[in-house]
């Protein structure tokens, strides 16, 4: 048997490698892929297996689902309007309290912080993100429910005289509207506020310059100049706070006090379809009601998915002006 | 019009103060020793701890990570390496779609994947719940942090002859590594705190329990029960339930932004 030379065993070996980095190329290939593919399967299965629980109560009920509100385990009813209701106008009230709450806070921290400021504060907005719901909920019913019942709620019907309009009329019981609608700002005004700043800070240098040189002041700079180059991202940071306040689950259920009528007062205790499915899914009495519960979370989904969508449009369509 | 931002700062960071005082005020009078190795007691009984619950959310967050992080970071790979297919953008997108899923929403659909063909709930589902919330955090982040590794690295590892898949793993991946544990920190404290997923799946459990096939107990979720329940004793607890949870996701949140300061001096911008 006689030895190959020298220099072929190195090309064989040269050869080997390069087959052996193809295969490991291809293995790391086809593991990241599947990777990313399991999201785009997860979300079509939590879609397909959501509806499909839901189907058996959109043939038989139809959209009386989303527009009675005749909830009535007993008798086969689920119109669950009243928690649609709910959880709109409690999404509502948290974006006009966090809004400009959250508005004030990014121009604070991208303008006029100090820099040894910046930092904390914008930190500690942050945390509001990392408390988690049921802690959220705890201090809502022991701290700002008695709160509300006892100094805000008549401070606002009688002192102020709200009383007089639909808003703010009734008794004051304590879990109500107002008090979940207070949470939900808490809780959606850093998810704003991160955004507000992000697309703050992705305004061009020269569109400031631009307006201090043409002689406005500081506050006039931000209100002609930036604000209105950020404003779409704004608008969608705001969306994707709407969305986080829809779907809230925890916090909301342990204060709004799950009354499932439609009132006009925020005094009034209400209910929202994600409290509605926490309440009522481990005690679901029969096949309907279950499906009834999963047709609710069904558009609860879809109008998630839909104001996540368009928030995120609106956020890219300003921040990727931003490598510029 | 300036000073309104200024008081906006002040009326913003003002709930999170108020919360925590609140929580350390209410909880540390609660908590005791016995809260971390006792098992809850009946109802009109003094004392007992929340010990099942905390293991149990130990349980769950392990359950969850061993799901969502490989799956996340893997995704993320797959994202920084092939930045502008369409499958790329599709993935992306459609995982920001599950991260602003309802908590709500994953709980049912695990409910029905895993608790309603089984016949019970467990630990399992309610982990693998989590776990699909994590999933589009981990993933986000790890592509955010694998962008911010200089090209130049790369192509030094290329043209040293290493392969592409052992640049991308002992090269870029590890450069990243400490900016992908921020991640993940991240998402573990995020998810540490949920309990609208675990409602159906992990369901809560009185006993002692490890099993991932049974039922099992839940910080959150026994804050929640004591929290609507009406007897002062578990009011009691659940302040100190959430003080403990709080803590805990505190702890790692600041942890997390530390992870990455030391590797880079400063947060990346």
Redo the contacts between chains.
Sequence with gaps: MTALPAQWLEKDRRKLRVE???I??R???I??????????A??V??AV??FA?AWPAFAKLGLSIVTSSNWDVAGGHFGAAPALFGTLVSSAVALIIAT??????A???S???PSWLRQP?G???D??A??????????G???LIPLLREQVMPFLRDTLHLGATPLFSGPAYGPSMLAAGLILA?MA?PYI?AVAREVLLAVPRSQREAALALGAT??EMI?DAVIPYARSGIIGGIM?GL??A?????AVT?VIGNRPEISASLFAPGYTM?SL??NE??EATNDLHLSA??AV?AS??VI??L???V??WLVWSVSRGRAK | MIGLTYLSAILATLPLILILAHLVQKGASSLSLAFFTHMPQPVGEAGGGMANAIVGTLVLIGTASLMGLPIGIGAGLYLAEKRSTPLAYTVRFLSDVLNGLPSIVIGIFAWEFLVRPIGHFSALAGGLALGAMMIPLVTRTTEEMLLVVPTSLREAALALGYPRWRTSISVVLRTALAGIATGALVAVARIAGETAPLLFTAFGNQFWSTSVREPIAALPLQIFTYAISAYDEWHRQAWAGALVLIAMVLIISIAARFVTRSRFGAPVD
């Design positions: 052996e980095a193809a490991g190329d293995v790391y290939e593991i990241t892929a599947v990777c990313a593919l399991i999201i785009p997860l979300v299965a939590i297996a959501i629980a400009p709450l959250a508005i004030g806070v121009i604070f921290l303008e006029f912080s504060v930190f500690l907005v945390l509001l990392a408390i988690p719901s049921v802690v959220y909920g705890l201090w019913i022991f701290v808490i005004l506020s500081r506050w209100r994707l969305g986080r829809l779907g809230e689950t925890m342990m994600a499915i926490a899914f481990s519960l999963m979370g609860l989904f998630t998915l104001v996540n969508a928030a995120r």
